[in-house]
Each structure stands twice: as C-alpha cells, then as structure tokens.
C-alpha cells in the first residue's frame, strides 16, 4: 500500500477535534486511509442495512460506537451528523469520530449546519506524483503520468488505466449521477463529460459548451455543478486586483484526474498524451493538479488562479502563500527558453509578485541572476518543499 501524505495531518487534526470529515472522489483512498491509520471500528453507509440502521435510529447507531468509529459516506444519512454533535458534545473530547464522503458540496453544507466548529475538513484527492515517487512507483515521463492518472486501484491491483477509467465513468453516471440529480438522458450527459474534456485548460464558454451539446445553458451549468459535487473536476477562478485593466472574468475548466479527461478524449496510449493537439492543456492540468494536491496533502488552502487581461496577456497559474504570488507559466516543450517569462515580466510591471517560474517537461533544473527559475515537471514537489521552507 502506497503511503498517504494526508495521514498526518489527519492524525494531528484528530488530536484536537472531536471529528475529522475527510472528502474527495470515489476510490481516492479515503477508506484505506481511515482504516489504516485510525484504530476505530469501522461503518459503511453504502451498505442498506447500515444505511437503514442510522436513518431509523441514530441514537441506537452511535451507542454501538462507545469510543467513536469511522462512518463511511456520511452523505447518505445526513441526518446522523446532528446526533454525532450531540454526542461530541456530551462528550466534550477530542478523536472520536471520523467520516467520509464523496459529495464535496452536501457534505460541505451538513458540516455548516451541524458540526460548524467541531469538525476538520480535509482533502484527499488521487495519488500525487510526489506521493508516487516516495513509493518508487512513480513514472519516467509526464505523459505516461498524466495517462494513467493517479487512482489507488489502478497501481495497487495493476489494473490497465483505459479498463479502469472506462468503469469508473459508467459507475459514476450509472451512480453519483441518478442519486444527485434526475438527469434523464445518460448519453447526452456522457455526451457533455466529453465536450468538458475536449475544453480542458480552456476558459470556460457555459453558452457554447450548452450548444455543442444540444442542451440549455441552465441544464449545463447544473450538470458542471454536479460534476464539481463529485471531484470529476474544477473551475479554476481568475485573478482580480484594483489594476486597471479589463481581466478575464470567466473560470478556466480541469479535471481532478488527468486519467479521467484522457479517458474521456478517447486516448488509448501515454504516447497518444504526446502528441495529442491538447497536449499543452493535459500537461497544464497536470502541473496545477500537483501543485493543489501539494498544499492539500498538508491541510493547507490551495489558493490558485490564473491571469488573463482583454489584450491576451496571460499567466497560466498564480499560486498565493500567504502574502506572497507566485507568477507560473507551464510550458509542455522540452527545451528552455528565455521567452517562458515574458508572459510574468509583463504581469509583474502591474503587480507586485515574485519573479516567477516556469514548469516544464525536459530534465534540467535552471536558476536565473534575478531569481527566475526553471522547474521539471518531476522536480515539481522538490521544488514545493524547498521553496515553502
């Protein structure tokens, strides 16, 4: 079993409150990590007679939890979370429950409503490259990475990415889909999966999208919503500031998992990743996926944007630490060029922000007199770490 980086900020948040909710897609690992870390007994809502159980009588169902117990899919039995905050609060101590969910969206807004204050919220995404690499079960190249994605099942069971990505999208429009929302036609909405796939790194056209698909713009933004509830992917939102410009408004679209938007433009190969029209865009979603699954693995915000004014200036991801940003361009090419920063310098006449750095897929590492640098694609979570410290 390949470690989790997130299991020791989940520890420590265990330590000082009464309940850890730990979210994210299906399959990422949750349960593994949960039963793996936390001696507790151990309850799955999916199960109906489980489900029923917590439904019918939440009291009877945490009185056979003592000491506490992992409750897997809290969405399932909403419910049961104003009962855990009596219970904790009777109680009055630290690490007695920990739940999962796979809803980001209605779990979210059970937290709000019942355990505001005596829950940490955790995200535990698929595998990161750097998680990969600690386990020496990381790939050779960044296509070969962004092709199989990061999907625990995938490399804990050798399991071929196409088959597992072609099973993984039917469950989930066959289950996530009909229990979230009543969408009546599954083919127009795989039909959308694949038109958001072929849009990946771009911004986001909610009319167009909706015309390509034969669907209104409403109907569209309920379904992106849908998919945002169940970690298929994001809405990268644009940087604004009081500099006078007109900026780009509209949210650039990734996916969570590299390997589900390959999967969704019909690639059967790493080698078809590289010499893919969208190549530039996978790998662009690559290196932002990283650099979130970085800070999260760590129980830190990812506050990520990117930059784009009225003229086509353009700064692919703007990563905020605090008080600083990050400028971030992220170039798919092999070869190192001065001109990876022109798009930055330009940012930089207008905003106060680091010097910047570039992401790119060849195999040298450079550092620049005025503190540019240029990173590879496989040192990313080095450079991370280094630079954090």
């Not at 970085?294 to 990563?319: H, I, K, P, T």
Request: charged residues 25%.
């Amino acid at each position: 079993m390949i470690p989790r980086i997130l299991a020791k900020a989940a520890l420590a948040a265990f330590k000082q409150y009464p309940v850890v909710t730990l979210t994210g897609p299906r399959q990422s690992g949750k349960t593994t990590l949960a039963r793996s870390v936390f001696d507790l007994p151990y309850a799955n809502l999916e199960a109906p007679d489980e489900r029923e159980f917590a439904i019918k009588d939440p009291r009877g169902f945490l009185a056979a939890y003592k000491d506490g117990a992992i409750i897997d899919e809290i969405q399932r039995a909403p419910e049961l979370t104003s009962w855990i905050q009596v219970r904790t609060d009777e109680t009055g101590r630290p690490g007695q429950f920990l739940l999962t969910g796979s809803h980001n969206f209605s779990v979210r807004e059970l937290l709000s409503q019942s355990l505001a204050g005596r829950t940490a919220l955790l995200t535990l995404l698929p595998f990161s490259r750097e998680e990969l690499s600690r386990a020496d079960a990381n790939r050779t190249s960044w296509f070969d990475h962004t092709f199989i994605g990061g999907y625990p099942r995938i490399f804990d069971a050798g399991l071929d990415p196409t088959n597992f990505y072609r099973d993984y999208v039917d469950t989930y429009l066959e289950r996530d889909v009909r229990q979230l929302s009543a969408i009546r036609d599954i083919s127009q909405f795989q039909t959308f999966l694949q038109l958001c796939a072929a849009n990946v790194g771009q911004i986001l056209n909610l009319n167009q999208l909706a015309k390509d698909c034969g669907i209104s713009q409403t109907t569209a933004g309920d379904w992106l919503n849908l998919m945002e509830a169940s970690y298929v992917l994001f809405r990268l939102k644009p940087w604004f500031s009081n500099i006078r410009k007109r900026l780009v408004k509209r949210p650039k679209l990734y996916f969570h998992d590299t390997g589900v938007a390959c999967y969704l433009l019909g690639l059967a190969s790493p080698e078809h990743v590289e010499r893919h029209p969208l190549r530039g865009a996978l790998f662009e979603n690559a290196v932002v996926n990283e650099i979130m699954k970085f800070d999260l693995n760590r129980n830190q915000s990812a506050e990520l944007f990117f930059y784009r004014d009225s003229n086509g200036n353009e700064v692919d991801l703007l990563y905020r630490r605090g008080l600083d940003l990050l400028p971030i361009e992220i170039k798919s090419g092999q070869t190192i060029s001065k001109d990876f920063f022109r798009s930055i310098d330009r940012f930089r006449q207008s905003v106060e922000a680091e010097t910047g750095v570039a992401i790119y897929t060849g195999e040298n590492a450079r550092q620049y007199d005025n503190g540019q640098s240029v990173v590879p694609f496989h040192r990313l979570p080095t450079f991370l770490d280094t630079d954090r410290s």
